[in-house]
């Protein structure tokens, strides 16, 4: 079936330290993936996305890339801050009509 | 313009009594997602409507959860009784009815569920 695993946390980094969280996937077809956030106290919010292989997302330094050889949709940034720290959640749609599938979450705490 | 507004935040209850979430969505939304997050674990998909019909419930872990979309507006899930393996967070998510699947899922803020 349908399925997204990203790398357990909770992952704790000291401010502008390089960030990777690692996400793969196993779909049937050609998925469109996500990166989702969470903020303390706020809902999901889509961070990033690519909708085809190679395709790459970014959005506030944030960066993952498509990889369909490996099945991965790593997320990266050069250097994190402490307003990062929140959870983030992987996440593939497989088709039209159907819901997200996501991961398990990744925390991200960083420190001053 | 409002985003996705859930009801209550949070909710306590005891084993056995009955609670209703309500969720309403980004307006003009024909979409709209339920999901659920039990503490450490991932998102899981509850169900899909479409306007007002259920489009995919395939999700609902048994007939304890009643979900319905009255006209196709806000949206209330119901359960009972809970039972202890309930407690979590409910998401609540909206669509519009184009975007496809590569299209951005606006979510709330969660109703938190305990039960004691």
């Known amino acids: 079936g349908n399925s997204v695993t990203q790398m357990e946390g909770p992952v704790t980094l000291s401010e502008e330290a390089f960030l990777t969280i690692n996400c793969t996937y196993t779909a049937t077809g050609y998925p469109s993936l996500f990166w989702y956030v969470q903020y303390p106290g706020e809902g999901l919010q889509l961070l990033l996305k690519a909708t085809k292989a190679d395709d790459k997302g970014s959005n506030k330094g944030f960066e993952a890339t498509y990889r369909k050889e490996t099945t991965s949709f790593h997320l990266e940034k050069g250097s994190v801050q402490v307003s990062d720290s929140a959870v983030y959640f992987c996440a593939l749609r497989y088709q039209a009509g159907t819901a997200l599938i996501f991961g398990k979450g990744t925390t991200l705490s960083v420190s001053s | 313009e409002a985003g996705v507004t859930q009801f209550p935040s949070h909710s306590v209850i005891e084993k056995g009594q009955t609670v209703t979430l309500r969720c309403d969505p980004i307006s003009g939304h024909d979409n709209l997602y339920w999901y659920r997050r039990v503490m450490g674990k991932e998102i899981k998909f509850l169900l899909h409507f479409v306007k007002e019909s259920k489009q995919d419930e395939s999700g609902m872990p048994n007939n304890r959860f009643l979900a319905e979309r009255t006209g196709g507006t806000y949206s209330t899930l119901k359960v009972q009784p809970a039972e202890l393996e309930d407690s979590g967070v409910y998401f609540c998510?909206?669509?519009?009815?184009?975007?496809?699947?590569?299209?951005?899922?606006?979510f709330g803020e969660g109703s938190r569920l305990t039960v004691l």
């Open positions: 998510a909206s669509s519009p009815a184009t975007g496809g699947f590569t299209g951005e899922l606006f």
